[in-house]
């Protein structure tokens, strides 16, 4: 359950867990003996590592401290896969209430400390005022991508615990997931935001299965209107997206508005991939930063990352490394929808949008929340529950 309070664990602990899992398939080793080891699986699984060292051949960079922060994509499956059983839906269920609620203690301690700090105010809400505080509260400080992944998992976890618990937990994670919903707007992570809509949207359609149309119509309708409401009205998110339909945003580069930074970061990253679109350049390369000289001092100074995961693997491995991370994806959905579960498919919908936008498999916040879910549902017992699609027709 170490992973579950993943949420609260300050940024230089977040590696513990994986640690812990770590241990624990030692000891099913030593109890148990070692078991058959499926090297098909175990590949497939740490592709992502893999090829992000074989990258390291364009530049012979080592040691590099990047591939220290990737090694979870490496460890997490072969711990699974030592262990050698499958998740059962109790444990899974233990897991999303530890995870839901250290997400929702998380949120809490949010609204005290911007309380304190005196951010709820009409000025307040109309600046990013509420990311800098996520950035700058002691112990729990975190990016505000991370924090608001953390979030957005939560809610997306509600599912496995809800028909398995009585009433008066239920009114408590309702409350709990309310202050998570107010704590996301506040932070205002655009990606986010509109993954968790689109993914949550697929998720109630995909539990209305055998439902009549019209009710499924109603149902989506709902969801968009509720989206739609929130980036229109709440100060918070409207400030945020008022960015996407500026002129200037497409035109020159703002330091103050993240979209424009990320359109001369996507056209330094094009531009930089065409020159070497095969093999790429390898893990830890500066190619981008010379593009950055050219166009902007701001892009150049902030050295940013390519903003899309899928494009940051493009100028790593080329074509090759672009290719591991969409089959990696579609590995897992083929998978999900084999099971028919609902909440694995909507999760994996969940990561594959925000990628487009962050690069979420470069800092250990995104990289261990990641390859555990995903290996937590890659392994998770097929048998009937109240959260997968057959069960819903």
Known sequence: ????????????????????????????????????????????????????????????????????????????PLAFLLINRKVNRSELKEFSIVFISSSVLLSISHMVYYYSIGLFSEESLRVNSFRKAVV???????????????????ILLIPNIFKRVNSKVKVF???????????????????VVVSLFLSFTVYVLLMLKGSRKRFKFIVALGFIATFFIA?????????RFRELYRKTTYTKIQHHNSSSIRIGVYQCVLKTISEKPVFGYGLGSNALRE??????????????????????????????????????????????VRKSDSTYISILIFFSIVMLTENILERQSGIILFIFIVCTFYFLDKQKSPYNLQDSA
């Open 291 to 336: 593009c950055y000289s050219e166009l902007s001092d701001h892009l150049y100074k902030k050295d940013y990352n390519s903003h899309n995961q899928f494009l940051g693997y493009f100028l790593n491995a080329g074509a090759f490394g672009f290719l591991t991370l969409v089959g990696f994806l579609f590995y897992n959905f083929k998978i999900a």
């Open 136 to 154: 700058d509260i002691p112990m729990l400080s975190d990016h505000p991508i991370y924090v608001s992944m953390f979030l957005a998992v939560s």
């Open 231 to 239: 980036i229109f009205y709440l100060p918070t998110l409207e400030r």
């Open 1 to 76: 359950m170490s992973f579950g309070v993943f949420p609260l664990l300050p940024e230089n602990l977040k590696g513990l867990p994986v640690i812990l899992l770590l241990l624990a398939s030692v000891y099913c080793i030593v109890t148990s003996g070692f078991k058959r080891f499926n090297v098909y699986t175990f590949l497939i699984l740490s592709s992502l590592f893999i090829i992000n060292i074989l990258s390291l051949l364009n530049t012979f960079d080592f040691p590099n401290r990047k591939v220290e922060t990737m090694l979870s994509l490496l460890l997490v």
């Open 173 to 191: 994670f309702i409350l709990g997931i309310i202050f998570c919903v107010i704590d996301l707007f506040l932070i205002s992570s655009k990606g």
